[in-house]
């Protein structure tokens, strides 16, 4: 999942694009390269590893030109080394591309090329495609014509931008599969991945869907299709500001992110709650009562963290909606024979809504008849303008890659579905009021236990050298251990395993000993009193226990060697408190580990390739 950002007019480009590439370092971070388009023709430079490799490198010497690209990799085809980086350019060194995807058929296509006499600098898919637009391009078509010739030989996916010193004010940009999007200045333009990209400069944007391309030059931009047909599209203006993707003081974005729950939980539930009538008010959604109540089975498909606020939100449907709920893996769900129909609503959760897998799950649920709904963070993503109807969240930029206030809010988006999908059924409007009032209080719930930070840092001194964890947890909150184990993995390096606690005995109890920590998610909530014996056997093995429990918890606290207490709340909506704790604990870890915490290796904020 790379990031690509491209500009032309009359300003010097290149400290332009590298200063948006830093916004878009969270999408990869093997390689960075810069190309700009000068009198003395095409200037490429490239280095792996971070942007600020790159930087240092040009130090005092950017390149000048008005017309200028940058591209950050996340490595698929070819080791993050500086000859893989992006941009890859032609034989004659005057076609550039910088590329986000998978080119199928590279392959076939680099054998037949070579044979054309083409020669090969990277192990990368994406060279093809400079040699292919060259051979257009150098028979005389526009770069624009070229590119989409090009195109037509390619399968695969892509986001690409390109230049040519034949056309040096213009970016060529196409789009199938990877977000791409044309931002609109005054005298100038760029393209760009995600909108945190031009932000500092312009706030009109042009979304790129799938099979299109863009000319773009300073003056103005055209959006074809590959048959260089002529589309009309929409301006849309970008509600984000720069404040908001800044770090804004705090070490981590991570850090800020966790503890901006109580605004970003808020913010989710703003104008969605109907006290009086223990209802909500879900404005997107997009389907009437009616089309609702013709629903008899609801399948949530997700991704990583989203998958797992997906089991919470299945445990929520069937006990409130009473209707039979199953939870997918995207990439999984995709390519079986999966049974939808009209009367099933398929619901993808994506913080970003360009997660490849789940994207494709929604378009083959679609395929199949089935209604779509995205909970989506991101406005604009592709899974927003691709589905039938859906719930922003709200919860504002998450730059962090491990995925925090995106995961409490996307429990509280699945809270409000629930609601009005019992509400339509079987749920009293007292049961209905009932929920309502708990989640209005949970804003400050949140901040009262993310005080209680300073507490887990002590508890995350202790374990910063642990080799494995186990966590677990029953009920609403065995999604919650695996969701703290996510955590933990992707930012400290740590092993970790998530379990239902009752599985336990049938196997990882075998791991435990009194060098295995064991975080059990234990609130006062209906299974309680099952967990505590789940305890009392990790006990039994000297096991190491650390206990997320409710405030005033007398059983589990006795037998915890340390312990977080969150306050009481519903059953259905305890994950949102409980997770904290855990988001708190894997951050103060990885920070004594010394990791990148916002930027683990090998990882990227959105996997927009499968
Ligand atoms: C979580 O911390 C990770 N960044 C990752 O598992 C993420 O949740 C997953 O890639 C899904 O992303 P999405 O919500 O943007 O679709």
Same mark, same amino acid.
């Given at each position: 999942?790379?990031g690509?950002v491209?500009?032309?007019?009359?300003?010097? #480009?290149?400290?332009l694009?590298?200063?948006?590439l830093?916004r878009?370092e969270?999408r990869?971070y093997?390689?960075?390269?810069?190309?700009?388009?000068?009198?003395?023709g095409l @200037?490429?430079?490239?280095?792996p590893g971070?942007?600020?490799?790159l930087?240092? /490198?040009?130090a005092g010497?950017?390149?000048?030109?008005?017309?200028?690209m940058?591209?950050?990799?996340?490595?698929t085809?070819?080791?993050?080394? !500086? &000859?893989?980086?992006?941009p890859?350019t032609d034989?004659?060194?005057t076609?550039?591309?910088?590329?986000?995807g998978i080119?199928?058929?590279a392959?076939a296509?680099r054998?037949?090329?070579?044979?054309?006499?083409?020669?090969?600098?990277?192990e990368t898919?994406?060279?093809?495609?400079?040699?292919?637009?060259? !051979?257009?391009?150098?028979k $005389?078509?526009s770069?624009g014509?070229?590119?989409?010739?090009a195109?037509h030989?390619?399968e695969?996916t892509?986001?690409?931008?390109?230049?040519?010193t034949?056309e040096p004010?213009?970016v060529?940009?196409?789009r199938?599969g990877?977000p791409?999007?044309?931002?609109?200045?005054?005298?100038?333009?760029?393209v760009?991945?995600d909108?945190s990209a031009?932000?500092?400069?312009?706030r009109? =944007?042009v979304y790129?869907?799938?099979?299109e391309i &863009?000319?773009?030059?300073p003056?103005?931009?055209?959006i074809l299709?590959?048959?260089?047909?002529?589309?009309e599209?929409?301006?849309?203006?970008v509600e984000?500001?720069l404040?908001?993707?800044?770090r804004g003081g705090?070490q981590?974005?991570m850090l800020k992110?966790?503890?901006?729950?109580?605004?970003s939980?808020?913010?989710t539930l703003?104008?969605?709650?109907?006290?009086?009538?223990?209802? +909500?008010?879900l404005?997107?959604?997009?389907l009437?009562?009616d089309d609702l109540l013709?629903?008899?089975?609801?399948?949530?498909?997700a991704?990583?963290?989203?998958w797992?606020?997906a089991?919470i939100? @299945?445990?929520?449907?069937?006990?409130?909606?009473?209707?039979?709920?199953e939870v997918?893996?995207a990439s999984e769900?995709r390519?079986?024979?999966?049974?939808?129909?009209e009367?099933?609503?398929? +619901?993808?959760?994506?913080?970003?809504?360009?997660t490849?897998?789940?994207?494709?799950?929604?378009?083959?649920?679609?395929?199949r008849?089935a /209604?779509?709904?995205?909970?989506v963070?991101v406005?604009g993503s592709?899974?927003?303008?691709e589905?039938? #109807?859906?719930i922003?969240?709200?919860a504002?930029?998450?730059?962090? +890659?491990?995925?925090?206030?995106?995961?409490?809010s996307q429990i509280v988006?699945l809270?409000?579905?629930?609601?009005?999908?019992?509400r339509?059924?079987s749920l009293s409007?007292l049961q209905?009021?009932?929920v309502? /009032?708990?989640?209005?209080?949970l804003p400050?719930?949140?901040?009262h236990v993310?005080a209680?930070?300073p507490?887990v840092?002590?508890i995350? @001194?202790r374990?910063?050298?642990?080799?494995n964890?186990l966590?677990?947890g029953?009920g609403?909150n065995?999604? =919650?251990a695996?969701?703290g184990a996510?955590?933990?993995k992707?930012?400290?390096?740590?092993?970790?395993?998530g379990?239902?606690?009752?599985e336990?005995?049938? $196997?990882?109890i075998a791991l435990i000993?009194e060098l295995?920590?064991v975080?059990f998610?234990?609130?006062?909530?209906?299974?309680?009193q099952?967990?505590?014996?789940?305890?009392?056997?990790?006990?039994?093995?000297g096991g190491?226990?650390i206990a997320?429990?409710?405030?005033?918890?007398?059983?589990?606290s006795?037998? &915890?060697d340390?312990?977080?207490?969150?306050?009481?709340?519903l059953d259905?909506?305890t994950?949102?408190l409980s997770?904290?704790?855990l988001q708190?604990?894997?951050y103060?870890?990885?920070?004594?580990r010394?990791?990148?915490?916002?930027?683990?290796?090998?990882?990227?904020?959105s996997?927009?390739?499968?």
């Amino acid at each position: 999942m790379c990031g690509i950002v491209a500009y032309t007019g009359p300003r010097q #480009g290149a400290a332009l694009v590298l200063e948006g590439l830093k916004r878009l370092e969270y999408r990869g971070y093997d390689s960075a390269g810069l190309a700009v388009v000068n009198d003395s023709g095409l @200037e490429v430079h490239k280095a792996p590893g971070k942007i600020a490799v790159l930087e240092k /490198r040009l130090a005092g010497h950017l390149p000048e030109g008005h017309t200028a690209m940058a591209h950050t990799r996340w490595a698929t085809h070819g080791a993050p080394t !500086e &000859a893989n980086a992006h941009p890859h350019t032609d034989c004659g060194g005057t076609i550039a591309v910088t590329h986000n995807g998978i080119i199928e058929n590279a392959g076939a296509l680099r054998t037949a090329l070579t044979k054309r006499g083409h020669v090969f600098r990277s192990e990368t898919d994406t060279e093809v495609l400079a040699h292919l637009i060259e !051979e257009l391009h150098g028979k $005389g078509a526009s770069l624009g014509d070229a590119v989409a010739g090009a195109l037509h030989q390619v399968e695969g996916t892509y986001g690409i931008a390109v230049l040519s010193t034949r056309e040096p004010d213009t970016v060529v940009a196409a789009r199938k599969g990877s977000p791409l999007l044309v931002a609109i200045g005054t005298g100038e333009n760029w393209v760009a991945s995600d909108a945190s990209a031009v932000l500092a400069h312009t706030r009109s =944007v042009v979304y790129l869907d799938d099979g299109e391309i &863009a000319v773009v030059r300073p003056h103005d931009y055209h959006i074809l299709d590959l048959a260089a047909v002529e589309k009309e599209k929409a301006v849309t203006h970008v509600e984000w500001d720069l404040a908001t993707i800044e770090r804004g003081g705090y070490q981590h974005f991570m850090l800020k992110e966790i503890l901006e729950q109580p605004e970003s939980v808020r913010n989710t539930l703003r104008g969605r709650l109907l006290e009086e009538e223990g209802a +909500v008010r879900l404005g997107g959604l997009n389907l009437s009562d009616d089309d609702l109540l013709k629903i008899d089975r609801i399948v949530i498909t997700a991704c990583g963290t989203s998958w797992h606020s997906a089991l919470i939100g @299945e445990y929520m449907m069937e006990e409130l909606a009473r209707i039979p709920t199953e939870v997918e893996y995207a990439s999984e769900f995709r390519y079986r024979n999966p049974i939808v129909d009209e009367r099933t609503l398929v +619901v993808g959760i994506s913080q970003s809504g360009e997660t490849a897998d789940t994207l494709a799950a929604l378009r083959e649920a679609k395929r199949r008849g089935a /209604r779509t709904l995205g909970l989506v963070n991101v406005v604009g993503s592709t899974i927003a303008r691709e589905v039938d #109807g859906g719930i922003y969240l709200h919860a504002g930029p998450e730059i962090g +890659v491990a995925s925090t206030k995106a995961f409490t809010s996307q429990i509280v988006a699945l809270a409000l579905l629930t609601l009005q999908m019992g509400r339509l059924r079987s749920l009293s409007i007292l049961q209905g009021r009932e929920v309502v /009032r708990a989640l209005a209080r949970l804003p400050e719930l949140v901040a009262h236990v993310l005080a209680k930070a300073p507490e887990v840092e002590q508890i995350a @001194e202790r374990l910063v050298r642990t080799a494995n964890v186990l966590y677990l947890g029953r009920g609403y909150n065995f999604p =919650v251990a695996l969701e703290g184990a996510l955590k933990l993995k992707e930012i400290s390096y740590i092993h970790a395993e998530g379990y239902p606690a009752a599985e336990m005995k049938h $196997g990882p109890i075998a791991l435990i000993d009194e060098l295995m920590p064991v975080v059990f998610v234990a609130p006062r909530d209906a299974v309680y009193q099952k967990v505590v014996s789940n305890v009392e056997e990790v006990k039994a093995r000297g096991g190491r226990v650390i206990a997320i429990v409710t405030e005033g918890d007398t059983g589990v606290s006795r037998l &915890a060697d340390h312990k977080v207490e969150i306050p009481e709340t519903l059953d259905l909506l305890t994950p949102v408190l409980s997770v904290l704790p855990l988001q708190l604990l894997a951050y103060y870890i990885a920070v004594r580990r010394g990791c990148n915490v916002d930027q683990p290796r090998n990882l990227a904020k959105s996997v927009t390739v499968e």
